[in-house]
């Protein structure tokens, strides 16, 4: 009997840990994410300067820029979840949720993206369209929080960076009539800031979890 | 002399099994090694806030485990030094073979 109150007792913490891990995977790619983007849209903003100074077309530059950037972002986040999943796989196991249940869930999340980025860039006329990403990277990290609470856990973490964003688009909207090149800079400082915050939060969550205080 | 040899090997084995029972009976040594066995590598901050433990109790546990071998900590530079505590190949099996007994015994609880 002792010997199995030991190993309920390992278990409790070893699920804890796992629980740890995850939530610093979260922190760790919502910052890298938090460093990308920012980095992705001064490149973007600054198109026609560099490309010129390359000797590459317009088209081209933009090209290389998003895919380095989504290239590395992606690499890191998927390191970052491998990393993480060597005690999450044996939890994993026992979940009812079937692999293809949750890549269906993946996709569904990869979809609301898709949508919203098409839609901004369709439908959003042109002096907004500097703030239109805000709008679009907001709506769908909230959309992914409810998808992932309904079918996974919760994360708060997603909803700070998807509030962050939309409350702060209100103000970029009147920025964005007055001074169009502040509203840019403007918008990569909301973009690092609410994925940084987004990211410490996260941080926060794992130090609690790892000390039992959530 | 073959009568011999494999008294001396039920002795090493016995006096193994006693070994393990005794590093693995206490709940904290057995949950850090459950915890390596599972992830090899963990920090030692990390294995402190975990147990609950004062640096200097979870110290006592970690020199117990390296004294027979199951265990080694050292240093690991990230973006700033960190000790980390990491299971040996002796210590990943020993572990193996003792959390097996503990299986069968609970099989024959049944």
Known sequence: ?214 | MANDKGMESNVIQSSQIILKKEVFSDQPRFTIMFLMYLNKTVGFTELQRLLKLTPGNLDHHIKKLEGVGYVIMRKKFLWRPLNVVEITPKGAEAFRDYASNLKQMLKDIK
Do not use: C
């Open chain 1, 1 to 214: 009997m002792e010997e199995i109150q030991k190993v309920n007792e390992a278990l409790l913490i070893i699920e804890r840990y796992s629980n740890y891990l995850a939530r610093k995977a979260w922190g760790k790619t919502l910052i890298i994410w938090g460093i990308l983007t920012p980095i992705g849209l001064v490149f973007y903003f600054n198109r026609q300067a560099l490309s010129a100074l390359l000797e590459i077309s317009v088209e081209t530059f933009t090209l290389l820029v998003s895919a380095i950037m989504i290239l590395i972002g992606i690499g890191f986040t998927i390191y970052n979840f491998i990393s993480a999943s060597r005690i999450l796989k044996t939890k994993e196991d026992q979940t009812a949720e079937s692999p293809k249940e949750s890549s269906m869930h993946g996709i569904m999340i990869a979809f609301v993206w898709f949508i919203s980025f098409i839609f901004v860039f369709s439908f959003i006329p042109e002096p907004l369209s500097v703030i239109s990403t805000v709008w679009a990277a907001g709506f769908a990290i909230i959309i992914s929080f409810l998808i992932l609470k309904k079918y996974h856990d919760t994360f708060p973490e997603l909803i700070v960076v998807g509030v962050i964003l939309l409350i702060s688009s209100i103000p970029l909207v009147v920025l964005v009539m007055t001074d169009v090149e502040l509203a840019r800079i403007a918008t990569v400082i909301i973009y690092s800031v609410s994925f940084l915050a987004g990211g410490f939060y996260s941080f926060t969550i794992a130090t609690d979890i790892l000390s039992g205080n959530e």
